[in-house]
């Protein structure tokens, strides 16, 4: 494995490499030298053309952890407002020695495009492309999931997981469709359907537009963001009926069984997508998500940038 | 596998030798420990760990003590990772109680160039401070490449760099036995 673009890259073998690496990593979080060697001396660039808080941090902290030295590049504030093209953002950050890049775009594709023109010699890790995917979400999704439904090791067989909400301008349930099926669980979608992507139907995933319906049974329930940015056209109504009809709250959370948990990939809308009660009860687990997400992100980065560099002899 | 093996491979330790071995290093590390009070063992993955296992009960036998066991990763800590693909990660586990102001007994099957146990000792000065850190391993190997001694030893084994020895535990390979393979000296 040389870039992490898309969850579709990872076969059930490389996934399953990816989660029991993180639960070893997770390990050093309760060290008291939180701290390793591995990556002494290699450069990680954190490339963000968009705002984002915990998945730069979380990058941030984990290349921290493997001891890589972190530049963090935003394109606000940086020459990228004066007019740069992709191209030679890229070729600078290699003149400058980048081992890795980990990108966010808003163009969806923009990882891929940096990973295969050429312009880079270093691994590219997808953090977001646009309304494409976000594989890292996806691995810290299915590493919670595994640690709460499944012991914490071995696949999701048989896992049965609802992902609820604005499907179409998220990449997190494309990334999250695909890594879970390659994992053994069975998804389905839930939106209005005005929110569900063009070509959904090809997707490896059942869908629906009743939420009652879809909860009885899951093990696990998860809430996307509404994301209003993006949406340039009234996908719904109002913010009242999307919640009446799409949110979770207690009365929904009582219709799961026990066991199933809530997970969102934050920042989250309370009252709106989610009330404030299930979002501050135990069955959400929003908070090991972000914790989560660290453990995933070294694991990534050890895997990328760990060993030999492909090719090199 | 047998069938494709090189036939210049001798069997250097038996099932029994390990036994004796085994008790030997035990009854040495609680000798010099003055018991097993503050012992902790520390197995480097994978067949150290089975060995630190043996260590313990045969220092329960010989004490009545329980010695807290742990294991080791130390891949994250060599010095060779870049020059092969990334490797998985084994487990570490830290007994409860933790290693500091205790002795550590750092466990390995082989000991050859010292550049493991470099690594187990940057491994565990991030783990904790232990009042103090020894080694013991099933082979000495020689071919030192580091300043680095066992305190206990099962076998010095005198090899040509041209000669593999291969350690096999019940509990990882099903059988017991240490046998040196390749070119003879």
């Known amino acids: 494995m040389r870039h992490l673009l898309s969850a579709a890259d990872l076969s059930l073998d490389d996934a399953l490499l990816v989660l029991d690496t993180a639960t070893e990593l997770a390990t050093v979080t309760d060290r008291s030298v939180k701290k390793l060697p591995t990556l002494r001396g290699r450069t990680v660039v954190n490339l963000f053309f968009e705002d984002s808080t915990r998945t730069r941090i979380s990058f941030e902290v984990a290349a921290k952890r493997l001891s890589a030295d972190v530049i963090n ?241 | 596998m047998d069938s494709d093996a090189p036939a210049r491979a001798h069997v250097v330790l038996d099932d029994a030798d390990i036994g004796r071995a085994v008790r030997r290093i035990a009854h040495e590390i609680v000798e010099k420990a003055r018991g097993a009070d503050s012992l902790v063992l520390l197995g480097i993955p994978t067949r150290g760990v089975a060995l630190a296992e043996r260590i313990a009960r045969a220092v329960a036998d010989i004490e009545g003590t329980d010695v807290p066991v742990g294991a080791l990763d130390i891949t994250l800590y060599r010095d060779d990772l870049r020059l092969r693909p990334a490797r998985a990660l084994e487990e570490t586990t830290i007994p409860p109680a933790g290693i500091d102001e205790r002795t550590v007994v750092l466990v390995d099957d082989v000991l050859f160039s010292g550049r493991s146990v470099r690594a187990a000792l940057d491994a565990l000065s991030d783990v904790g401070r232990p009042a103090a850190v020894r080694l013991a391993v099933l082979v000495d190997r020689g071919h030192r490449e580091l300043p680095i001694r066992a305190d206990y030893v099962g076998k010095n084994l005198p090899t040509s760099l041209a000669e593999d020895v291969r350690v096999e535990l019940t509990e990882v390979d099903g059988v017991d036995r240490v046998s040196i393979w390749g070119e003879p000296r």
């Not at chain 1, 923009?110 to 890292?136: F, Y």
């Not at chain 1, 499907?167 to 469709?177: D, T, Y």
């Not at chain 1, 049974?217 to 009926?241: C, I, K, N, W």
């Not at chain 1, 660290?294 to 980065?301: F, G, N, P, T």
């Open chain 1, 73 to 313: 590049f935003a394109a606000k504030g940086s020459s990228v407002s004066k007019g740069e093209s992709l191209k030679d953002t890229a070729l600078t950050l290699e003149a400058m020695g980048a081992d890795a890049v980990v990108v966010r775009h808003h163009a969806s594709g923009a990882p891929h495009r940096l990973a295969t023109a050429g312009w880079i010699g270093g691994s590219v890790v997808n953090a977001g492309d646009g309304t494409h995917e976000h594989p890292t979400q996806a691995l810290l999704d299915a590493y919670t999931l595994r640690r709460h439904l499944r012991g914490g090791s071995g696949d999701l067989a048989g896992l049965r997981v609802a992902i609820v909400g604005d499907i179409l301008h998220s990449r997190v349930a494309r990334s999250n469709v695909l890594l879970l099926r390659t994992l053994g669980a069975e998804v389905t979608l839930v939106a209005p359907p005005t929110l569900m992507p063009f070509g959904v139907e090809t997707w490896p995933c059942a869908t629906g537009f009743d939420l009652d319906d879809a909860l009885d049974g899951l093990d696990a329930v998860m809430m996307l963001r509404v994301q209003a940015e993006r949406m340039h056209a009234a996908y719904f109504p109002s913010t009242a009926e999307y919640s009446r009809r799409y949110g979770i709250d207690a009365r929904r959370l009582a219709l799961m069984p026990e066991h199933a948990i809530v997970l969102h990939p934050g920042p989250m809308n309370r009252g709106m997508e989610i009330s404030a009660d299930v979002a501050d009860s135990e069955r959400a687990v929003m908070v090991e998500q972000v914790a989560n997400g660290v453990s995933v992100r070294m694991a990534v980065l050890y895997l990328l940038l760990g060993g030999q560099k492909e090719g090199s002899p």
